[in-house]
């Protein structure tokens, strides 16, 4: 066993003449504790864009809820979904959408901060929660991540893929529920791509910044 850590598991087997002899084995638990945080991963993680899946999403978004109600602080929070995806698979096939799912996810990790919550809830749909920021920074940090998403080129078969996403951006209050504001931050989706897609549609109290579409 190497340096880390062991744990000793033993069972007494008795012998003649009142003797005992132990059997057992030493566990190395370093190694142990490391299959059993890869399994928690997998279980809490989006199998292709490395994102939280649904589950994991709703288990932390509604603790990252409970603090900030503590504080009576508001969260932001934004469903994200790709533009004419299906028109991007049927055109370059399976294997490039993946290649765009996973391009995508992690341009939005390098847009977003270490403690943001970020999510895949569905094909193309994703979901972000904001911590400890005003609305009017939550929209800022999403519209960088917008530009990022457009700035995306994927090479496939000898021709250049770009795509974008719209975005929906709903405001939780101390006292508001995670449901409702997928519900509101949904409903702001939906205007997003109605107008147009490639933007951000939110609160009407928040000014759209002067470089959107």
């Not at 000793?8 to 087997?13: E, K, S, V, W």
């Not at 490391?34 to 989006?46: F, K, M, S, Y």
């Not at 609305?135 to 519209?143: D, F, Y």
Request: hydrophobic residues 45%; charged residues 25%.
């Amino acid at each position: 066993m190497g340096p880390g850590l062991g744990e000793a598991r033993a069972i007494p087997l008795a012998r003649r003449e009142g003797e005992q002899m132990w059997d057992g084995v030493l566990i190395d638990i370093d190694e142990r504790k490391q299959v059993e945080q890869r399994i928690q991963r997998l279980v809490g993680t989006d199998m292709l864009t490395g994102a939280l899946n649904r589950r994991a999403f709703l288990e932390q978004g509604e603790a990252a809820l409970a603090r900030s109600a503590r504080h009576g602080q508001t969260l932001s929070l934004a469903m994200l979904d790709l533009d004419h995806f299906k028109a991007l698979n049927d055109t370059y096939g399976h294997a490039a959408g993946d290649l765009a799912l996973q391009a995508f996810a992690t341009t939005c990790r390098e847009s977003l901060r270490p403690y943001d919550l970020f999510a895949r809830i569905g094909g193309e749909e994703f979901v972000v929660l904001l911590v400890d920021s005003r609305p009017e920074e939550a929209w800022a940090i999403l519209e960088r991540l917008r530009q990022a998403v457009a700035a995306i080129e994927l090479e496939a078969d000898g021709e250049t893929i770009r795509f974008t996403v719209s975005l929906g951006l709903a405001v939780l209050s101390a006292d508001g529920s995670l449901d409702a504001g997928l519900g509101q931050a949904d409903r702001a989706l939906y205007r997003a791509k109605h107008s147009g897609r490639n933007r951000i549609c939110g609160p009407e109290s928040l000014v759209q910044a002067p470089d959107m579409p």
